[in-house]
C-alpha cells in the first residue's frame, strides 16, 4: 500500500523527510520482525522507548516511521503523530483491509473464564457448520492450524494481521479473549465486534490497574466501545452476567442490545435446577427464543456460567436454540482447565489454572461438592512480577477449602520465591499448611501422600508447560510432573506389595 494513501487516515499527520510514493509492503512496531519496506512505528512502552530502536529499524529496511517527535538524523519520511499507538491501531486496520467488519467476532472479557468461554463459543459455532478462529491464552487457532502466541490478546498490528489471515483461510467466525491490559493499551481499537461477553470481575492484576475500580473501567471499554450503528442484518449484543453487580454498570456503558444470562437473578438466559451428576451437569434453561435442557460433560456451578454465556452469544448470533444445545453436549474440556491426569493411582489429580483468590475458591468448591469427606490436597503458588496483594488472599482460600494446603512456587519471575511465599503466608498465620518452594518437590509431596479416596488439586499453571524463574523459562508441566509422580508412587507400592 502506497505511504501517503496509509497516511490519509491520520487526521493532523505531519510528514517529515517526505521523498514522494513509497510501497509500504508491511507495518511493525517491533524491530525485530521489520524487513524491507516496513513502515515502523515507535511505540513508548513500559519498559523501553520504540523511537530509540528507530534507527535500528532503518538498518533492517524499514522505509519510513511513524513517531511522536522528530527523530534526530533520521533520513527516511517521518510521520508525525500525537499518540503513535492510536495510529498503529488506525493504520494496521485499513493496511490488511478492516478485516474485522468481515469477521463475526466475538470479544469476551472479565477476570476469569475467558478462555473457557471462548473455546465453548468456538465449540458451538464449529458445530454449527461454520469456519472458526480462536484468539487467546492458549494459542491462536485458524481452522485446524494453531500458533503460538505471546500475549493472551495480541497488539494491533498482529491481531489485524491474524484477522486478515483468518479471511484468506476461509474462516467467519472469530471469538477472542479481550484483556483488561489490551483494552487499556487500544489493542483492540480498530476491532469491530459483534458481540461483547462479560464474565465476572474479581481481584487481578492490580499491580498494573492499581485499584478494582480501575480494573473495572478497563474491562467497561469493550461495551462502551461497542458499535452503536443499528443494523438490521448486523445488529450489536452485548452478553452480560446478570448475577455480577457490575454488569449493571457496563449494561448503561453499551449502545448495543443486551443479553443477560444467570442463575441466581432473573436472566434472559436463565439455568434452573442445576444437577450436578458423577459425568458432568445438566440444567433447565429458559431463553428468550426457547426452553430445553442443557446437559455437558463440565463441572462446577462456575462452568454453568461459562456454558451459558456461551449460549447466548449463539443466541445472539440467530443460531437455533437446538443446535447449540445439541453441540455442548460434544464439548470435552479446555486444556489445564479442571484436566484429570490419570496414571493408574487410586485418587482423582486434577491440574487447573486457578491463580486468582475467586477462580481458587469455585475450583476447590467444586472439588469439595464432589466428596464432603475427602482429604484435599491444594498445591498452589503465586506469580511473581504480579498482583503482591492477592497471594494472603488466594493462601486463605486454599486453607478454607484443602485440608492439606501446600504453598509453592508459581512463574516467580523476577522475585525472590521466599519473598511470594512469605506474602502468601501472611494471610493465613495460625493455620494449618505446609511450604515447599520448588514446585516438582511439593507436586511429589502431594501424590506421595494422598490415599484412596482424596483428591490432589495443582492450581495456576494449568497448560502453562514451562516455569518462569528469573528471566529465564525453563521446561515445566503440571500435568507432565503429577504424571511422573503418580508412577513412581505406582512402581514403589507395587514393589513394596512384592516384598
Ligand atoms: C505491561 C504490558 O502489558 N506490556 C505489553 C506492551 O509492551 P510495551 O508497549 O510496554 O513494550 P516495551 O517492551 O516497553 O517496548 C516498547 C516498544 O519498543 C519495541 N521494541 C522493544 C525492544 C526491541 O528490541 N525492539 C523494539 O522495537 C517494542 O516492540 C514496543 O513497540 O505491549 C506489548 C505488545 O502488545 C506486549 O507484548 C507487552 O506485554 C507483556 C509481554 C506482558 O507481559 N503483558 C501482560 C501483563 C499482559 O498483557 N497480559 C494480558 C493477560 C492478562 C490476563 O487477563 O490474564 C495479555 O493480554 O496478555
Ligand atoms: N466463570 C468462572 N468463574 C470463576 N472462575 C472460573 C470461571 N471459569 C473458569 N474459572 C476458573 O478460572 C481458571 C481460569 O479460567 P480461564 O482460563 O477460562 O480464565 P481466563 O479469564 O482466560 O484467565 P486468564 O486471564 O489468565 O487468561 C480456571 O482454571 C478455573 O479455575
Ligand atoms: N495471564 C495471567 C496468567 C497468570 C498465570 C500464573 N501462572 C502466573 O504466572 O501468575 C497473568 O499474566 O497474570
Ligand atoms: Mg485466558
Not at 325 to 346: I, T
Request: aromatic content about 8%.
Amino acid at each position: 500500500m502506497e505511504l501517503h494513501t496509509l497516511v490519509n487516515v491520520l487526521p493532523f499527520a505531519k510528514i517529515i523527510n517526505d521523498n514522494g510514493k513509497i510501497d509500504i509492503q508491511s507495518i511493525e512496531q517491533d524491530t525485530r520482525k521489520v524487513t524491507n519496506n516496513t513502515l515502523f512505528i515507535c511505540i513508548e512502552g513500559d519498559k523501553f522507548d520504540g523511537h530509540n530502536f528507530a534507527h535500528d529499524a532503518v538498518k533492517k529496511g524499514a522505509v519510513a516511521v511513524v513517531a511522536n517527535r522528530e527523530i534526530p538524523d533520521l533520513r527516511v519520511p517521518t510521520i508525525i503523530v500525537r499518540d503513535t499507538k492510536r495510529a498503529m491501531a488506525m493504520l494496521a486496520d485499513v493496511f490488511y483491509g478492516h478485516p474485522s467488519q468481515q469477521l463475526f467476532l466475538i470479544g469476551v472479557t472479565g477476570t476469569n473464564g475467558k478462555t473457557s468461554v471462548s473455546h465453548i463459543v468456538d465449540h458451538i459455532f464449529n458445530e454449527a457448520g461454520k469456519q472458526t478462529g480462536l484468539i487467546g491464552t492458549l494459542y491462536t487457532k485458524i481452522g485446524e492450524q494453531k500458533l503460538e502466541t505471546v500475549n493472551t490478546t495480541p497488539d494491533s498490528i498482529t491481531l489485524q494481521k491474524t484477522f486478515q489471515q483468518m479471511i484468506q483461510n476461509g474462516i467467519d467466525v472469530v471469538s477472542m479473549e479481550v484483556s483488561s491490559h489490551a483494552l487499556i493499551q487500544g489493542r483492540t481499537w480498530g476491532c469491530d465486534y459483534d458481540v461483547a461477553v462479560f464474565t465476572n470481575l474479581t481481584q487481578d492484576h492490580l499491580d498494573y490497574h492499581k485499584t478494582m475500580d480501575e480494573y473495572k473501567k478497563a474491562k467497561s471499554l469493550l461495551f462502551s466501545q461497542l458499535g452503536n450503528q443499528y443494523s438490521e442484518s448486523r445488529p450489536k449484543f452485548a452478553v452480560l452476567n446478570g448475577d455480577d453487580p457490575v454488569s449493571d454498570e457496563y449494561s448503561r456503558m453499551t449502545a448495543a442490545n443486551v443479553i443477560t444470562y444467570g442463575i441466581e437473578s432473573p436472566s434472559d438466559v436463565q439455568a434452573k435446577n442445576i444437577r450436578f451428576t458423577a459425568n458432568g451437569t445438566s440444567f433447565d434453561l429458559e431463553t428468550p427464543v426457547g426452553h430445553t435442557t442443557v446437559e455437558t460433560n463440565l463441572i462446577g456451578k462456575f462452568n454453568v456460567y461459562n456454558v451459558l454465556s456461551a449460549i447466548a452469544v449463539g443466541i445472539a448470533a440467530n443460531l437455533p436454540i437446538d443446535t447449540i444445545v445439541n453441540s455442548l453436549r460434544s464439548f470435552q474440556s479446555v486444556p489445564g482447565r479442571f484436566e484429570l491426569v490419570k496414571a493408574g493411582q487410586s485418587f482423582p489429580v486434577i491440574v487447573d489454572y486457578a491463580h486468582t483468590p475467586d477462580s481458587l475458591e469455585n475450583v476447590l468448591q467444586t472439588v469439595k461438592s464432589l466428596s464432603k469427606d475427602a482429604n484435599i490436597f491444594c498445591v498452589v503458588g503465586c506469580g511473581g512480577d504480579r498482583d503482591r496483594t492477592k497471594r494472603p488472599l488466594m493462601a486463605q482460600v486454599a486453607c478454607k477449602y484443602a485440608t492439606n494446603p501446600i504453598f509453592t512456587s508459581d512463574n516467580p519471575r523476577t522475585e525472590d520465591p521466599k519473598q511470594i511465599l512469605d506474602d502468601m503466608v501472611q494471610g493465613v498465620i495460625g493455620l494449618q499448611y505446609e511450604v515447599i518452594q520448588d514446585r516438582k518437590e511439593a507436586i511429589y509431596h502431594a501424590i506421595q501422600h494422598a490415599n484412596n479416596g482424596d483428591i490432589v488439586v495443582i492450581a495456576g499453571k494449568g497448560h502453562e508447560d514451562y516455569q518462569i524463574i528469573g528471566e529465564t523459562k525453563y521446561d515445566f508441566d503440571d500435568r507432565i510432573v503429577a504424571k511422573e509422580a503418580i508412577e513412581a508412587k505406582v512402581a514403589n507400592t507395587i514393589k513394596k506389595e512384592e516384598q
